[in-house]
């Protein structure tokens, strides 16, 4: 019932900036908390931020905190992910979750929806 598309990825050079959005479609998106999560070829995804539903509480991986904001927008229908100073170890697929409720956590098997990724590469 939650559709998620994710734009903004490209390639960007070492210590450059890119944002990401994660546009949703559905019914009550604003009672939904966030994710972000990234996968680099032959790795295991990976957790990057998260953001509760009232966007008011976010949560982070320390090999991403300091750099990257997640936030969402005054209509709640778009997060999005700030990522600044980038790195080469940043190079990844990335993708948006969402799951119901208040809860915001850093595990891939708590969420529900996922949108398609979007390709974020960082030359050195």
């Known amino acids: 019932q939650v559709q998620l598309v994710e734009s903004g990825g490209g390639l960007v050079q070492a210590g450059g900036s890119l944002r990401l959005s994660c546009a949703a479609s559905?019914?009550?998106?604003?009672?939904?908390?966030v994710g972000w999560f990234r996968q680099a070829p032959g790795k295991e995804r990976e957790f990057v931020a998260a953001?509760?539903?009232?966007?008011?509480?976010?949560y982070y991986a320390d090999s991403v905190k300091g750099r990257f904001t997640i936030s969402r927008d005054n209509a709640k229908i778009t997060v999005y992910l700030q990522m600044n100073s980038l790195k080469p170890e940043d190079t990844a697929v990335y993708h948006c979750?969402?799951?119901?409720?208040?809860?915001?956590?850093?595990?891939?098997?708590?969420?529900?929806?996922w949108g398609q990724g979007a390709q974020v590469t960082v030359s050195s």
């Open positions: 953001i509760s539903w009232r966007g008011g509480i976010t």
């Open positions: 979750a969402a799951r119901t409720g208040m809860t915001i956590p850093s595990t891939a098997v708590s969420y529900d929806y």
């Open positions: 559905g019914r009550t998106f604003s009672m939904y908390s």
